[in-house]
């Protein structure tokens, strides 16, 4: 695969702020219990407006004792740990007080910060803060993990107006410059480009309708609009509307030659691009004009069609996605739109490169068999082992044509299931991570995933969903079980990973984690590992599975991340179903 050189980059936490919540090592529901809880209400990087730099600090502390010898004195060294950093480290010493609560400010310069210049090309990294305490009556370790992401790669951002992703619910800026949208009608949460959802039009009455932006389409001011689409329809179809009257639009238009290609509409004369479009295939599209310049049209990060200007549309700057702004049946787009773009400004056509390279590298290399890979059964109709020699044997199952990259299978939930032949558990691997994608019919409340687990004697490892479970999503290590997600999606494709590095847990579901639990256990099952039951002709599976994979390693969260990306780049994932 070829790299993308990042030259800036953005780091934020996911969400903005992780929780780490709070712990008691011990119970202290009566004397002579020993115990510390110690909260910490979140991690913040309070610097996202810069750029190649990453700013980790705590936002509050709190350390209260319970039944602690007062006369002593209580050790406490703080661990940041960010991947491809150098750990940061510190301690301090503090008088505990029972039933009395210790506060950042009592920590002092204890508590440690990172604020420097990192480069990396990874779009996640994981984060782990690790607590040690030190004191006569009580020692114990508070640890938790968090994922930093540096998704915002180059975007410009002086010139960066509005930024509509297309790839949540409800169609927020990501600009920061807060020109959020309101959906009406349009599917949203498919697959799209660059790692992103995207939001799936019908060509009937879809839009996003977004309120004013500070600029001018009337030929007074420069600009430059980009953006990921994919149609099939051969007819006049709106990707973004720029004027209350519909007369300024950049959009999908028939040319002179009989191709249907980008355009933009001003006040009812269409300047038409060259390359027909509608191919039903991804497409980066960009437009941009400057007063001295004219017009320069885009495909795929290439140069199209240039040409200048001169007759201008209405000038206002109201703004409908997916559809002419005067209506919302008019000239409607159909098919799938993401990572909508306005700029202030002519950007040049090496920065226009760079944004369609971002989200074009559609087969990313998730980590193979030289890089702890032990087996990876693409299920395209057989269980043959692409890394090794733990072909499968198949009882039952059919094709599920289409799946994610090719064919997968599917299982009926009472007999149909595929022995690994082999023993993949935390037993004989020590580390792990199990990889997946699945589709639950919903019938029935127990889905197995991967598994070896003996009943008879409650011992091995077993994945699987259980909604009856108030955390459906489940892994057992013998008699530590372990909730997961509080929720579980049913009729729809989902990629699930679970890693385990010895000392925690870490599960993931389409590229992000989703909880993190410590855990330090060994199993010894004899049983071989089956994909589709539990291993003694329980909890099947009903729906289907393709990609599967197990590694030696706990996978980082980037790796999880590309893996994920792998499965979904260009695919509407809820158009693949059983129906």
């Not at 990876?376 to 994610?404: F, Q, R």
């Not at 792990?432 to 995933?449: H, K, Q, V």
């Not at 994945?463 to 108030?470: A, E, G, M, T, W």
Request: proline residues 2%; glycine residues 10%.
């Amino acid at each position: 695969m070829e790299q993308v050189t990042v030259e800036r980059r953005k780091f934020l936490l996911t969400s903005g702020t992780v929780l780490l919540g709070s712990t008691a090592i011990q119970s202290v529901s009566q004397e002579p219990a020993v115990a510390l809880e110690f909260k910490i209400s979140g991690v913040d990087n309070a610097d996202p407006s810069s750029t190649n730099t990453i700013l980790i600090n705590f936002k509050t502390i709190e350390l209260t004792s319970h039944y602690i010898d007062e006369s002593e004195k209580a050790t406490v060294k703080f661990t940041l740990n960010i991947e491809d950093h150098t750990p940061v480290q510190s301690e301090t010493t503090v008088s505990l007080t029972n039933g009395q609560k210790k506060t950042k400010n009592d920590f002092g310069n204890a508590v440690p910060v990172i604020h420097d210049s990192i480069s990396t090309d990874k779009s996640f990294l994981d984060g782990e803060i690790t607590i040690d305490i030190d004191h006569p009556d009580i020692s114990d370790t508070y640890q938790q993990s968090f994922v930093i992401s540096s998704e915002e790669i180059e975007l410009f951002e002086s010139d960066l107006l509005a930024w509509w992703k297309l790839d949540d619910s409800n169609a927020s800026d990501s600009s920061g410059n807060g020109y959020n949208g309101t959906i009406n009608g349009p599917t949203t949460g498919l697959a799209g480009k660059g790692g992103l959802r995207s939001y799936r039009f019908d060509g009937s009455n879809d839009y996003v309708s977004v309120g004013s932006i500070p600029i001018q389409f009337d030929g007074s001011e420069d600009f430059t609009i980009t953006g990921w689409f994919k149609t099939s329809t051969q007819a006049d179809g709106t990707i973004l509307s720029l004027s209350d009257d519909g007369s300024s639009n950049f959009r999908i238009n028939k040319n002179s030659s009989g191709n249907w290609v980008l355009s933009f509409e001003r006040n009812g004369n269409n300047i038409n691009a060259d390359t027909d479009v509608t191919d039903d295939v991804w497409h980066h599209a960009a437009v941009s004009y400057s007063s001295s310049d004219g017009w320069s049209f885009y495909v795929d990060g290439q140069p199209d069609r240039t040409g200048s200007a001169s007759t201008w549309g209405y000038g206002s700057t109201e703004i409908k996605i997916g559809s002419r702004r005067d209506a919302g049946s008019s000239d409607p787009f159909n098919g799938h739109l993401c990572d909508i773009r306005v700029y202030k400004g002519q950007l040049s056509s090496s920065k226009i490169q760079t944004i369609y390279e971002q989200g074009s590298v559609d087969e990313v290399n998730p980590p193979d068999l030289n890089n702890g890979g032990v087996s990876y059964w693409k299920l395209n109709g057989d269980a043959n082992d692409e890394w090794g020699s733990n072909n499968g044997s198949i009882t039952g199952t059919s094709l599920e044509d289409p799946a994610i990259r090719k064919t997968g299978l599917s299982f009926n939930g009472s007999s149909d299931y595929i022995d690994t032949n082999a023993k993949l558990d935390i037993g004989t691997l020590g580390s792990l991570t199990y990889s997946a994608w699945i589709y639950d019919s919903g019938n029935g409340e127990e889905f197995c995933i991967l598994a070896n687990y003996d009943s008879s004697i409650n011992d091995g490892t077993l994945f699987r969903v259980d909604r009856s479970k108030s955390k459906p999503v489940q892994l057992w290590f013998g008699d530590n079980r372990h909730g997961l997600a509080d929720q579980w999606p049913t009729n729809e494709w989902i990629h699930v990973a679970v890693t385990y590095n010895g000392s925690k847990i870490k599960y993931y579901e389409n590229g992000r984690m989703v909880n993190s639990i410590s855990d330090s256990v060994s199993t010894s099952s004899s049983s071989t590992t089956k994909i589709g039951q539990r291993g003694d002709d329980r909890l099947y599976a009903d729906g289907a599975m393709d990609e599967i994979r197990v590694y030696d390693r706990a996978l980082s969260s980037d790796e999880i991340y590309q893996i994920y990306r792998y499965g979904t780049f260009g695919k509407d994932l809820r158009n693949i179903n059983l129906n």
